[in-house]
């Protein structure tokens, strides 16, 4: 069966903010197509690009608005443990890393006044060589991550 | 050694040479922009913009050099220099990995050397080293014993050495570990595509000069040469591979002439080069992985080429990121050297092989992209595009490599992968140099469960990622298990020993 998945879950608001993201991108999405639709009526186009700018955006809501913030959301696993950390994500391509604590360099926590409207935070964790992050923690969880992970790194000398 | 000093004034005309080279296409589409007949002055212009530049660029290499101060104060080296912008770096000794030389054409007669200081450098900043353009080789070594010995000093505070023992400065002991000889830099200038580049490099040289040379005419006595006999024209193919051939091995002296690994003391020394000498050292204990490379022309004569991966130092260094060990060299003479520098690697390894689901993954996806490739070729150059179907066999043939090579193994503390893009690969880890180590999964891959794993080390200021696809997901899982120091742990704590991971 191999090695167990990860237990915590990311903040269910997360998929609020990745749904609102969504929202946002298909705003951009609908201003497209307007100039699109405006042009095509202009310059007498073919009706099929106006319908192929409704198609793009309808899809767009229906797959990142709906469908992939849930994947996304389920997907995501991530463990703090005393001498490692795990992280899994991923809809289409599954990854699963792991991050030995004597490796971390240090670890940020930031925030965008989106999460900040909603209490999230993301947690970056650098080592020498790589970044890995979990996106859209409990803010209050997220400061005691960083706070407990930066406690438990220490890094050897020798070990860069 | 403390007083301010100043860099060699040689530095100027370096630095206004560097400037030069870089300002060289600017410089050439100048002078081509003024082909034409001159008829007035204005037609001159770009010569005097061009004079102009030239002495510009002295000027500001003058002020430059004479900005340029550094001084070693409080093991420290700190280096101030900057016209307007006043820049001052200074460098704390413990922070110095080496001092790298390199001697110029411009440094050879006058005794100079260019100093290059590699230091820790974690954090990405390309601002965290520094360079003394030109300095006499005295005060090179002058400031190499400073540094050293201040670092050996440090080192013995930390380590509170035993009452009575006295710290005795030694002269480093020097083992020279490979030289290359002139007849492994033929063999490496051969087999190293280099002659292949060259000629590349002759015909896009060549085509810039279109206008120059009367093509129209070179062809047609082209045609009669065709005339003439194929003998002939073959005979010219094989000059212009030989001359291709001898520029390669030209360049290759120039590089790699008295190619030298040493000992010295902990690192590693290597010194290179005929007109231009280079010295890179690299100390034991940052080395973070060794690689096997093997490419097509070296690998059925039993030749391979050893890089080290190093992590720190200098950003400015272009060669690659990765410093060439051994060039060139026969596999089974690798071992007894590299036994000699770092005895705790274990070089012959077995190695786990992929299963034999993952083959058609291998080829497959090769397939489809030789298809997108073959398809649009057939269709626009219809009878002889179908030429292009050959790729399919290759295609074929270089997914069932890359599935043979495909292999791992985890000892105790070391990782080994093995993979294959078109060159064969070989990344030797030690478990505490891998960063993280990571596996993918696509949605393809689960239904064959298979999946594909990364270690990444770090190699300079970046990581290097090494990977192989398509393991088997419960090898995957074996080695997370293997990497993680949780079940390390609990491997520990559990009364029934766990079978070794190394291959069965």
Known sequence: MGRQEPKMRISERALTVWRLYGWISAAFTL???????????????SVWFIIGAGAALVLEII??????????????RYEVREEEIELQHGIFVVTRTLVPMVRVQHVDTEQGPILRKYRLATISISTAATLHQIPALDIDEADQLRDSISALARVAEDDV | MSEEKRLHPITTVINALKTLREAFIPIVILVFLNRGEAESILDYLPFFIMGAMIILFLFIGVIKWWRFKYWIEE????????????????IPFERIQSLNYTEGVLHRPLKLVKIKVETAGSSASTDSEAELTAITKQEADELNRIISSAKKKLKEEQ???VEGEEFVEQEPEEHILYKMSPKDLIVMATTSGGAGVVIGGVLIFLSQFGEVIPFEAVFAELVDF???GFLLAGIVAVLVFFFAWLIAVGLTFLRYAHFTVKLVDKDIVITRGLLEKKQTT???????????????I???????????????????????NAIRLLPMIREKETYAILDQILPDYHWKTEFTGVPKRALKRYIFWKMLFSLVIIGPVSYFFFPLGLASLILIPFAIILGWWQYKTAGWSASRDQMTLKFRGISKQIVYMKKKRVQSLEWTQTIFQRKGDVATIHATIKSYTSGSHSSIAHVAKEDADLMMDWYSPEAEVKKVHEPT????????
């Open chain 1, 63 to 76: 797959l990142f608005v709906f469908v992939l913030p849930t994947l996304k959301w389920k997907r995501w």
């Open chain 1, 31 to 45: 201003l497209a197509g307007a100039g699109v639709t405006t042009l095509a009526l202009i310059f007498d186009w």
């Open chain 2, 497 to 504: 020993p766990v079978p070794e991971i190394d291959t069965p």
């Open chain 2, 75 to 90: 093991g420290e080296l700190r280096i101030e220099q900057g016209l307007f912008v006043k820049k001052k770096r200074y």
């Open chain 2, 226 to 228: 065709v005339e003439a």
């Open chain 2, 159 to 161: 380590s509170e050495l």
């Open chain 2, 282 to 296: 690299v100390p034991l204990k940052r080395i973070q992985g060794i690689t096997f490379d093997q490419n097509l």
């Open chain 2, 298 to 320: 070296r690998e059925p004569f039993g030749y391979t080429s050893v890089t080290i991966e190093s992590a720190g130092g200098s950003v400015l260094e272009k060669d690659s």
